[in-house]
């Protein structure tokens, strides 16, 4: 499929890349860009979610987030998701299953979990657990999170049992629904995901169409066992596609096949499909990412253009589209490369791209010792940034404050890309209401001390706002592209021991239509 994709673009459009490959050329031999800011507000403008960043979590680790008893959450976690939510006003919502979801059997007698994990190896140093036991707390621990936090929940599909299914599913609704409604109080079951990545099931015979018949066949046993589809009650989400390699896995095919069609398919509520940039330690699909790979300003894009049609075919039946599990590189996250200061700057370009397609939510995925984590929750995690003795943030963490921030807390806050002329250079307005008010510039140039003594700086014009302009400006601050600590937003250092950010944010006026941004920074510009 790769090399066919390939091949038409060789044949029919090599002229038009030729000339993409040669205006980039140009523009390499400058840094300095321009910005043309348009007068009004894009008609394409897409709303911007305050819950536009989430965590999707590896059920197998669930406790280590949600802490090991009901009533006895992880103050690290809680105080890393309110720095979250400071920003925008909302807890960052969580999705909980993926492959371990497939794995996880309802164990009785079990209060809270039995994970069993196989052996690490050097690419993989925290497998996922072969079989996880929910115990009757399990769930109930989503209660353990921040007030207002919604959640995602999966359960088992691929075990193709239906009294197994059934039973996850009664202790949802008992949890959320029943016996300990009221503990739930702070907290929302918004979403059941039955199934975790079905288009990478190998069952004879198994097509999008034999999914949506075995999904639909659930759906429809458990409508009366929880309550879905009312005012105030869980809808569903999928189909969870992992995308990878498997064309006739899309949005298209399950629609065709009556996906959001009939009882099951009213109760619908988000259209949800996975994304990874690539995937690490696995050479049959990809070479091994290598440092500047993952923030290039074409890859983002490219890697993003599938989604903005399964956006178009969602809408089509009315249905939000989000990205129900993403990260940079599948398999953890790549060594030197996802667990970097790179991934904080792709963390702003490609949340604002897709955002900027309409993807309403990411849930980027984690575990314990993942070298992709915003996080990690507990100590022991060893990513490569060199902090296992505590729970600590990862730079991207930085990413989504720069995100967050510029997202703001308005509910009311829209994004559209900007147009520059430089092929390292992105820019977003965001805009309230019909207003511009704030725009966020990434200069995702390389920057390695090591075979660079001085810091390329560009010149960033901004084309179209008149020369009187007066602004704020707070940058995304990174010591060299792939640092693993000593990161700052608008000069705070939020990498502390108790997740308690470190310092007063500073911020530059700055008049006029220039302003500089430095190799491997990010700025947030405020107009006044
Ligand atoms: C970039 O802009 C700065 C400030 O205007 C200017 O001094 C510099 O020469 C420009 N660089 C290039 C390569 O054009
Ligand atoms: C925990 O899980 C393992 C593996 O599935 C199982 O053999 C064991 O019986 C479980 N323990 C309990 C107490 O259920
Ligand atoms: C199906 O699930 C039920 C409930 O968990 C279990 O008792 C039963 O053994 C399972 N059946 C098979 C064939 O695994
Ligand atoms: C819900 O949050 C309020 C604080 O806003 C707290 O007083 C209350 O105990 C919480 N309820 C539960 C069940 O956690
Ligand atoms: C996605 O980005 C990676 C770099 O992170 C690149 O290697 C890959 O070719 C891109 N894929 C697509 C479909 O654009
Ligand atoms: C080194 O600096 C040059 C000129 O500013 C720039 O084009 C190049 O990307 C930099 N390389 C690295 C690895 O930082
Ligand atoms: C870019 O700006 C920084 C900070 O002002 C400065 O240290 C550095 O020398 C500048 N780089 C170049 C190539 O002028
Ligand atoms: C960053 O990359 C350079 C060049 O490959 C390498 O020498 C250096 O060790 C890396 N630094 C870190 C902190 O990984």
């Known amino acids: 499929m790769r090399l066919h994709l390939v091949r038409l673009i060789t044949t029919i459009t090599a002229s038009a890349i030729l000339c993409a490959l040669l205006s980039d050329h140009v523009n390499a031999a400058t840094p300095n860009a321009t910005i ?73 007698g079990i209060t809270v979990i039995n994970a069993s994990f196989p052996a690490a190896t050097a690419d993989i140093p925290f497998p996922e657990a072969e079989i996880t036991g929910i115990g009757k707390d399990f769930y109930a621990l989503s209660s353990n999170l921040p007030k207002g936090t919604s959640f995602i929940w999966g359960v088992n599909l691929k075990a193709r049992n239906m009294s197994e299914t059934v039973a996850q599913v009664a202790l949802l609704a008992d949890t959320f629904q029943g016996s300990r409604k009221a503990l739930m109080a702070n907290v929302t079951l918004t979403s059941l995901e039955i199934g975790n990545e079905p288009d990478f099931f190998t069952f004879p015979g198994w097509t999008p169409s034999a999914y949506v018949e075995l999904w639909s066949t659930i759906v429809n046993k458990i409508t009366s066992i929880i309550k879905l589809g009312g005012p105030n009650e869980p809808k569903l989400e999928g189909p969870a596609f992992a995308g990878f390699a498997a064309a006739q896995w899309d949005a298209m095919s399950v629609l065709n096949a009556g996906f959001a069609e009939g009882k099951a398919g009213k109760l619908l509520g988000t259209f949800g499909e996975h994304h990874y940039s690539g995937v690490h330690a696995y050479p049959s699909f990809n070479p091994e990412p290598k440092m500047g790979d993952l923030f290039n300003k074409n890859s983002i894009r490219s890697n993003l253009t599938k989604h903005a049609k399964e956006v178009s075919r969602a809408r089509s039946v009315g249905l939000p589209y989000i990205l129900g599990e993403t990260n940079s590189y599948a398999n953890h996250g790549a060594p030197g490369v996802s667990n970097t200061a790179e991934a904080a700057i792709w963390m702003v370009d490609n949340a604002l791209q897709a955002a900027s397609i309409g993807v309403q939510q990411m849930y980027f995925h984690h575990g314990v010792g993942f070298r992709y984590n915003l996080f990690q929750p507990v100590s022991g995690a060893e990513d490569g940034v060199g902090l296992t003795s505590r729970p600590h943030i990862l730079p991207v963490f930085y990413g989504v404050l720069a995100v967050n921030e510029a997202i703001g807390s308005s509910g009311k806050s829209c994004v559209a890309e900007i147009g520059t002329d430089s092929a390292t250079v992105s820019a977003y307005g965001i805009y309230e209401q019909t207003k511009l008010a704030r725009i966020v510039v990434i200069n995702s140039e390389m920057y390695l001390p090591s075979q660079n003594s001085t810091r390329a700086n560009s010149t960033v014009y901004l084309d179209g706002l008149g020369k009187d302009v007066h602004f704020t400006a707070k940058r995304l601050s990174i010591p060299f592209t792939n640092a693993t600590t000593g990161l700052t937003w608008a000069s705070v250092n939020y990498d502390t021991a108790s997740g308690v950010p470190e310092g007063k944010p500073q911020q530059e006026d700055v008049t006029g239509s220039a302003m500089t941004v430095a190799a491997s920074e990010v700025v947030l510009l405020c107009l006044k």
């Open 36 to 108: 043309h800011i348009p007068s009004s507000r894009p008609a394409f403008a897409e709303k911007l979610s305050q819950g536009l960043i989430g965590f999707s979590i590896e059920m197998d680790r669930w406790t280590s987030w949600a802490g090991d008893a009901v009533g006895k959450p992880n103050p690290f976690v809680n105080q890393v998701l309110g720095v979250m939510e400071s920003f925008t006003g909302v807890p960052p919502p969580f999705r909980v299953g993926a492959d371990s979801e497939d794995r996880g059997y309802i164990q009785p």
